[in-house]
């Protein structure tokens, strides 16, 4: 009997199959290939089972809403170490952009799906069976991918966003393939990846289709995708060969690793403050006088401007050791509340300050609190209040270099539109504080890792990263990471410092990404937008047609 039903709920099996090859090409599982088979079993359920069925648009929604649950729940699991409850419902919300991808593959499926089962049919098979035409296939892969870049666009900004896990972001190990991003951004990669699915599942099935059908012809759709991922990958591998003007920065990047238990609690104060004077110390005695210490997000127990003695603490090791020291804070005035951003220079004559701008939903803010209370009931005192945004990408300035800081707070390297704003305005360099400790021993750092290594290519800038613990590391602008911070036993929850001389690039040359943000996707949705138009004008047109027969 169960095997029976089987092939009546195979359908869903691959969508969810196709929910978890995603999450398996990020961390912990990190196997990046899979990303070329990921959408392979949901575009075989849409395209190819549901002929039947009266409510077909309505059943690709759920089978692509399927998928996101099964991608997001697992993907994001790291989320129940701060908000099961927030994990659950951004799950959910996520999987709706799935659902869309999921609906916009079926109203463009191809009419013909059917193997022809006489010879007489044979004959006419190539006219009947699009799959069997190059240049439809590829046409479809185009429009689909094109989709695919929209939905993961649409979601990285409606509602502030959540732009973590693109699918091109499984390619950030394969560095000669994400180089094209200087262009298109991390959505070029993730169209590289879309395209290649699609030309897989209609290989496969043009194959099927040519196994009762003679002569079998070349297959133009296979050779110019491989002609296309060779092109990107030589590029990849010449942009490096390009000369900039640089200057050496000398960098300290501290990971305190406090205990999220201890982190704002006033009696562990003298402990965190005795944990960073002595990490500071041991990085300045490393490397001499540095140009630039960074602390992690919310490094102190005290938002450092409304508190006295955290106040003196932080100006008085600038002072001390002669340093710009970069630092993550609360900026709390009484009435609002900010993530921030100090740069304490070193004769005490300037604090610069950056209010965070991207804030996290369900971790920073509830989405809706104010109209939707439920939310904030279900949430309950993980978030019993929302920080305020900040408006202005404020690049800091050194007082003894001159090159130009950007401050991205928390996973604000994960958001490219974001990050060009600072470059925009000068930054030379991208440093971020974050405080993956919220996360504990979780995938969350290294995830968080995968997307920020973009930022690097698309504005080519390099990165210092200083976390609470997580991952600290630099990065270079071809978004390789030249060290990273790790204990005796290759473990990176752990504390220490990590030094570097940092090459920064001070041509002010700015990308075409940097000039033209999420171009490539907003071309993208408008492509996607107008075949969705032309494809409910065609079923518009078909059914007056019908109609008009029926009179007749």
């Known amino acids: 009997m169960r095997g029976a039903k089987l092939p009546r709920f195979w359908p869903w099996l691959a969508a969810i199959l196709s929910g978890l090859l995603c ?26 089972s549901g002929e039947k ?36 419902l951004v799950s959910l919300y996520m999987a709706t952009y799935y659902a869309i991808f999921g609906w916009f593959c079926g109203i463009v499926r191809p009419i013909f799906n059917s193997i022809p089962l006489a010879l007489g ?16 296939n590829l046409g479809l892969a185009l429009v689909v991918a094109a989709a695919w870049v929209t939905h993961e666009w649409l979601r990285g900004w409606v509602i502030t966003g959540f732009p973590w896990n693109g699918l091109g972001v499984a390619l950030h190990r394969n560095w000669p393939l994400i180089q094209i991003a200087e262009f298109t951004g991390m959505a070029g990669c993730s169209f590289l990846v879309a395209f290649a699915n699609v030309i897989l599942v209609a290989s496969v099935r043009r194959f099927a289709i040519e196994t009762r059908i003679k002569p079998v012809r070349p297959h133009y759709d296979v050779t110019l995708t491989l002609l296309l991922l060779l092109g990107v990958f030589m590029f990849g591998i010449h942009a490096p060969q390009r000369k900039r003007v640089t200057t050496d920065l000398r960098v300290v990047a501290v990971q305190a690793n ?20 002595r990490l500071t110390v041991m990085g300045t005695e490393a490397i001499g006088t540095p140009d630039l210490v960074v602390w992690p997000e919310s490094s102190m127990p005290a938002p450092v401007l409304q508190n006295q003695e955290t106040f003196d603490f932080v100006t008085g090791i600038a002072a001390r050791l002669k340093l710009n020291l970069l630092l993550g804070v609360i900026d709390d005035n009484g009435r609002d509340a900010w993530n921030a951003a100090l740069l304490v220079s070193p004769d005490d004559t300037e604090v610069q300050i950056y209010r965070k701008m991207h804030l996290v939903p369900f971790g920073e803010y509830i989405p809706g609190r104010r109209y939707i209370p439920l939310l904030a009931r279900i949430v309950g005192d993980q978030v019993p209040g929302d920080f305020a945004v900040g408006h202005d990408p404020t690049v800091f300035h050194l007082t003894n270099s001159k090159v130009l800081v950007a401050p991205l707070i928390c996973f604000e390297d994960t958001i490219g539109e974001l990050a060009r704003l600072f470059v925009v305005r000068g930054a030379d360099l991208l440093a971020n504080v974050t405080n993956d400790g919220w996360f504990v021993k979780s995938a969350a750092s290294q995830q968080q890792l995968a997307n920020a290594i973009f930022r690097c290519i698309e504005l080519r800038r390099p990165m210092v990263r200083a976390a609470n613990t997580g991952v600290t590391c630099y990065v270079n602008e071809f978004g390789r990471v030249t060290q990273v911070l790790l204990d005796e036993q290759g473990s990176q929850f752990t504390d220490g410092v990590l030094t570097s001389t ?14 033209h943000g999420e171009l490539f996707a907003r071309i993208c949705t408008a492509i996607s937008i107008l075949v969705a138009c032309a494809a409910f004008w065609r079923r518009h047109f078909a059914k007056r047609v019908v109609s008009q027969q029926r009179t007749v």
């Open 23 to 48: 999450t398996g090409c990020f961390a912990p599982f990190d196997q990046g290939w899979l990303c070329w088979i990921a959408l392979t079993p949901l575009l075989t359920a849409v395209w190819f």
């Open 53 to 88: 069925s009266k409510r077909r648009g309505r059943r690709d929604l759920a089978l692509g809403f399927v998928a996101g649950c099964a991608f997001f729940l697992t993907a994001f699991f790291w989320l129940t170490t701060v908000t099961g409850p927030g994990w659950f």
């Open 121 to 136: 049919e044979a004959l006419n098979a190539r006219r009947h069976f699009p799959w069997l035409n190059s240049f439809h």
């Open 258 to 277: 406090i205990a999220r238990e201890e982190k704002f609690n006033p009696d562990y104060a003298q402990k965190i403050f005795d944990q960073f004077t």
């Open 502 to 515: 940092v090459a920064v690039p001070t041509d002010k040359l700015l990308t075409f990404y940097a000039r």
